[in-house]
């Protein structure tokens, strides 16, 4: 064993072992303490719950006795009845129905209630009327005098998932007098709980005699049956309390749990639940504060026996360190040594004959590097000018077939937009044919514009006009001229364009040769599909607005996908175009300061995003 570890041993033994555990000693006692602080705040929060529970449920109580007892119910009137009824609804928010029963416990007229929470007062649904007139029974009323009320069994209340229980209120004297029926919902007790539970004491539920949460802080655990370890340490719903408040502890996961019976003879109980590991979270904290004070102030010796004992080995171990790498070839490896020693002349040394075979080294690997690159240049200038010759070809080839296009089309297209605009002239404005006609004139003009759009790809003779243009006004218009032709081929087109969505800025005519571009390459993929269909979506992405074209086709092959966008390039079966589609239209929402691009597997379907800058 080296000298440093035995000192760290030693100051180990003789001062952290020590303090350590002095330090759990004090912190086991602090824990005890704690645990004892915390049930006897329990104990009282359990107890002083229990009455608030009781106060604010005897007084909704009390309240409906005492406006019972005030009015004459027998000699009243149809409508004073139902005023007494809402005078009853009124005396507490938390009265949700009031109706009257005859001294059987059948309903007489109208029952009281909202069907929408109003001033505070829960809603109501008629089909709860049968539960309400169940959940109470009024035979044990009948011997007693007027005012005299009874409580029922808790129930759920409406989908909400409060709970709420029934009070029945004798009206008059005698065995055949009628009975006024409240629903009471244990929303403001929830109220009262979620305030006793804000000090951090944990979770307070109000649980029936069949251990069911009617009320609870934690909203979720509404009308939920108590875990079964609680369960298991309470006593019979029929059998009192042995004390006041109980308490006990249940594990997995540790808590400590407090109850109160609620007094007045009320059947309820108040559980209180606090995490364990949450109350004696500081002293824990403690524990580990403690734990990384021992582990650090071990490292610290560790370290410093390490400083003191190993600086001449690390000096020696500089110099062999130096060495080996010169003998790799890591000529500019310097070997740093302090002092006016032996070790520091070596060291002077080894850095000098470093310098100098670091030196020449340098010197033969800048003329390689001189090569190399001269080599790269040229390379680089050879593939250059290849491409730029390809381009120039295939530029060439575009710019003749659209000079001959523009020249056996344009003259044939001027006759037709000739006549159909004579046509047009005969027609009414009411004539059916009109449209139509209308339609061939905005084709044949299109068929003009790709001709110039041609010309323009690979001339670049025309600009692009750019002005804000209503995306959504655009593929409508485009689909005007393909919807019919689309569904004529068995093909189901969805459209889901965003509303509001504003204005891009491209050239209207170019944008519209780009939307029929992408739905011709869609139609023409699902030519031989089982399942057909399209589907055309705009919207907002980024700042940005988008159309997204896709198809269920026989999508694009991943080595292809690149080629896609070149001039005269086609995957089509049926060989309909040269393949300037999708180059046309690159170059327009190029043109447009936008992007394209596509998303596509194999026998999966494409789906082609153009991207434009908003207006």
Known sequence: MRLYQQLVLFMLAATVLPLAAVGFLLLSRAEAELAARIDAE??????????????????????LARSAEMFDWQSATDAETAGGLRLLYGQSPAVSAVLKLDA??????????RAQAVDGHPAFHTEGLERLVKSVPVQPLRGGGKGQAALGTAYAHGDEG?????????????????????????????????????????????????????ASSDPERRMKVLAPELVAHLVTPTAPLPDAVRSFRVEAPDRRVSVARVPQGLRFDVVVEVDEATALAPVRAMRRTVLLS???????????????????????????EGAEAYGRGELDKRVTVRGQDELSELATTFNRM??????????????????????????ADLKAAQVQLLEAQKLAAVGQLGAGVAHEINNPLAGILGNV????????SGDPDLSTLQKIEQ????????????????????RAELRPVDLNAVVRDALSLTEHQTRSEGITLVTELK???????ADPGHLSQVVLALLSNARTAMLKTPTRLLTLRTGERDGRAFLEVEDTGKGIAAHIRPRIFEPFFTTKDVWSNVGLGLSVAWRVVTEAGGTIDVRSEAGQGACFTVTLPKA
């Open 104 to 113: 059987n416990g059948h309903p007489v007229g109208a029952p009281v209630y």
């Open 162 to 214: 409060h709970s709420a229980v029934a009070v029945a209120v004798k009206l008059a004297e005698g065995e055949g007098a009628p009975y006024a029926l409240a629903e009471v919902v244990f929303t403001p007790l929830e109220a009262v709980l979620r305030r006793r539970a804000a000090g951090g004491l944990g979770r307070i539920d109000l649980v029936d005699e069949d251990r069911r949460v009617l």
């Open 421 to 428: 605009q004579l046509l047009m002239l005969d027609r009414a």
């Open 42 to 63: 329990q104990r009282s929060q359990a107890s002083a719950t229990a009455e608030a529970v009781s106060a604010s449920l005897m007084e909704v109580v009390d309240a």
């Open 499 to 505: 509303q509001g969505l504003g204005r891009v800025r």
């Open 294 to 320: 021992i582990g650090g102030t071990f490292l610290v010796l560790l370290g410093l026996g390490g400083l003191f004992t190993r600086r001449l080995n690390r000096r020696l171990a500089d110099v062999v």
């Open 354 to 379: 470093g310098a100098e075979l670091e030196s020449a080294r340098a010197k033969l690997l800048r003329w390689n590097d001189d090569l190399r690159t001269r080599v790269d240049e040229a390379t």
């Open 443 to 462: 084709s044949a003009k299109r068929c003009k514009e790709i001709t110039q759009n041609l010309l323009r790809f690979s001339q670049q003779r025309e």
